[in-house]
Protein backbone atom coordinates (compact mmCIF):
# COMPACT_ATOMS: atom_id res chain seq x y z
CA UNK A 1 0.00 0.00 0.00
CA UNK A 2 0.48 3.35 -0.38
CA UNK A 3 -0.54 7.05 0.12
CA UNK A 4 -1.56 8.79 -2.61
CA UNK A 5 1.25 12.22 -1.40
CA UNK A 6 3.76 9.15 -1.44
CA UNK A 7 3.19 8.27 -5.13
CA UNK A 8 3.39 11.15 -6.30
CA UNK A 9 6.41 12.08 -5.08
CA UNK A 10 7.68 8.64 -6.60
CA UNK A 11 6.63 10.76 -10.03
CA UNK A 12 7.94 13.69 -9.11
CA UNK A 13 11.51 12.51 -8.56
CA UNK A 14 11.59 11.25 -11.54
CA UNK A 15 9.73 14.27 -13.84
CA UNK A 16 10.58 16.77 -11.51
CA UNK A 17 8.60 19.56 -13.16
CA UNK A 18 5.57 17.30 -13.00
CA UNK A 19 2.29 18.45 -11.40
CA UNK A 20 0.32 15.27 -10.29
CA UNK A 21 -3.14 14.31 -9.30
CA UNK A 22 -3.53 10.88 -7.69
CA UNK A 23 -6.90 9.95 -6.75
CA UNK A 24 -7.21 5.99 -4.58
CA UNK A 25 -9.98 4.59 -6.84
CA UNK A 26 -11.11 1.54 -4.31
CA UNK A 27 -10.11 3.46 -0.91
CA UNK A 28 -7.37 0.33 -0.58
CA UNK A 29 -4.44 2.52 -0.84
CA UNK A 30 -3.28 0.39 -4.44
CA UNK A 31 -5.52 1.28 -7.22
CA UNK A 32 -4.93 4.55 -8.31
CA UNK A 33 -5.90 7.64 -10.53
CA UNK A 34 -2.99 9.41 -11.85
CA UNK A 35 -3.26 13.12 -13.87
CA UNK A 36 0.44 14.23 -14.45
CA UNK A 37 1.07 17.57 -16.73
CA UNK A 38 4.61 17.73 -17.70
CA UNK A 39 6.71 19.58 -20.13
CA UNK A 40 8.45 16.53 -20.55
CA UNK A 41 6.12 14.77 -22.48
CA UNK A 42 6.33 17.50 -24.88
CA UNK A 43 7.36 15.62 -28.30
CA UNK A 44 6.21 12.27 -27.16
CA UNK A 45 4.04 9.74 -28.28
CA UNK A 46 1.26 8.72 -25.54
CA UNK A 47 3.23 5.40 -25.49
CA UNK A 48 6.41 7.40 -24.22
CA UNK A 49 4.94 9.93 -22.30
CA UNK A 50 2.97 6.74 -20.03
CA UNK A 51 6.40 5.25 -19.92
CA UNK A 52 8.03 7.59 -18.12
CA UNK A 53 5.54 7.73 -15.26
CA UNK A 54 5.60 3.82 -15.12
CA UNK A 55 9.73 4.05 -15.08
CA UNK A 56 9.31 6.34 -12.10
CA UNK A 57 6.62 3.45 -10.55
CA UNK A 58 8.47 0.64 -11.38
CA UNK A 59 9.38 -0.10 -7.55
CA UNK A 60 5.91 0.73 -6.10
CA UNK A 61 4.11 -1.88 -9.11
CA UNK A 62 7.24 -4.61 -8.39
CA UNK A 63 6.64 -4.73 -4.89
CA UNK A 64 2.81 -4.80 -4.32
CA UNK A 65 2.67 -1.51 -2.95
CA UNK A 66 0.53 -0.36 -6.09
CA UNK A 67 -1.63 -2.63 -8.04
CA UNK A 68 -3.60 -0.73 -11.30
CA UNK A 69 -3.03 2.75 -12.18
CA UNK A 70 -5.03 4.27 -14.55
CA UNK A 71 -3.06 7.32 -15.82
CA UNK A 72 -3.54 10.46 -17.96
CA UNK A 73 -0.64 12.58 -19.04
CA UNK A 74 -1.02 16.31 -20.54
CA UNK A 75 2.11 18.05 -21.70
CA UNK A 76 2.03 21.80 -19.96
CA UNK A 77 0.91 23.25 -23.57
CA UNK A 78 -2.91 20.75 -22.92
Known amino acids: MIDNH?????????I????????????TMDHFNVTV??????GKTLLQQHQLVYGALREALR????H?????TITTEE
Open 37 to 42: RSAAFA
Open 6 to 14: SLGALIQQQ
Open 63 to 66: DGRV
Open 68 to 72: AVELK
Open 16 to 27: PDAAVEVVDRTG
